[in-house]
């Protein structure tokens, strides 16, 4: 059955609150699962709960709804980095082998959505099937960013700045390269969506880490704090443009 497009509008305001979501999915997992001591496994668990709770509730909406739509990303992003986490940390699977386990699963996301529809574009999220295929490749990246911004940043020691600066430089590349040399649109779109994730952890790694680790040693706490509340108050604003925004095409003659 067709709906109204299920996502949002590929916006500045879109960019930024995907790198806040990035951000928190890197500090509030690391505090659920060592500041409040509920370990990996028992955060992953909780956060995978209510990841399928508020997914379902997303699938079921007919059109985009800024708060659920975000509270979605949000979860994904907790829960993607978790999935990384678990593979290194519990399982000894090494970074580079995540990295590579995460690209070909994002890869058979990719090539299984193509098969099926035809197309990759987000502004054509109309059915409940490219809803799923569209959210089983944001988990993929979100969990790729994870594990490929932990390998830049850390086994490869370049440091959370300078891995920063990396996956923003390349973010701003792609732009250029759509702006300028005509990138086609939705490889554009994806490859900076990937970029995203690792540069969000990089900064989420560069604010919570301690001084010696590279980082400035900020309160997981007061991170999360932050952007989370950042994000509360784009997605508000967000929900009172689209609600004015029904209230004049209602009082359009129809």
């Not at 999915?25 to 990841?51: H, I, P, V």
């Not at 975000?70 to 990384?84: K, M």
């Amino acid at each position: 059955m067709k709906m109204l497009n299920k996502v949002p509008a590929v916006t500045l305001v879109f960019w930024i609150i995907k790198i806040m979501a990035t951000t928190v999915g890197e500090t509030a997992a690391d505090f659920l699962a060592f500041n409040l001591r509920l370990g990996l496994a028992n955060t992953s668990l909780l956060m995978a709960g209510l990841l399928v709770l508020v997914l379902l509730a997303q699938l079921k909406a007919r059109r985009y709804v800024p708060a659920l739509y975000w509270a979605v990303v949000v979860f994904v992003s907790i829960v993607g980095t978790l999935i990384s986490d678990n593979l290194v940390d519990n399982l000894g699977v090494s970074l580079v082998t995540t990295t590579v386990i995460f690209s070909v699963a994002l890869v058979l996301v990719f090539a299984l959505w193509y098969a099926s529809e035809k197309t990759l574009s987000v502004h054509t999220i109309q059915t409940t099937r490219r809803e799923l295929y569209y959210w089983a490749a944001i988990l993929c990246t979100f969990a790729l960013g994870t594990a490929a911004g932990d390998l830049i940043g850390e086994q490869f020691g370049l440091g959370y700045s300078l891995a920063a600066l990396l996956f923003g430089g390349l973010i701003a590349l792609t732009w250029l390269a759509y702006r300028l040399r005509g990138l086609n649109a939705v490889l554009a779109f994806w490859l900076a969506y990937i970029l995203t994730r690792p540069l969000g952890a990089s900064l989420g790694d560069l604010l919570t880490q301690p001084a010696k680790a590279g980082g400035l040693g900020i309160s997981t706490t007061i991170i999360s704090s932050i952007f989370l509340l950042a994000i509360v108050v784009l997605v508000f604003l967000l929900t009172r443009r689209q609600q004015q925004e029904d209230a004049k095409a209602a009082s359009l003659p129809q």
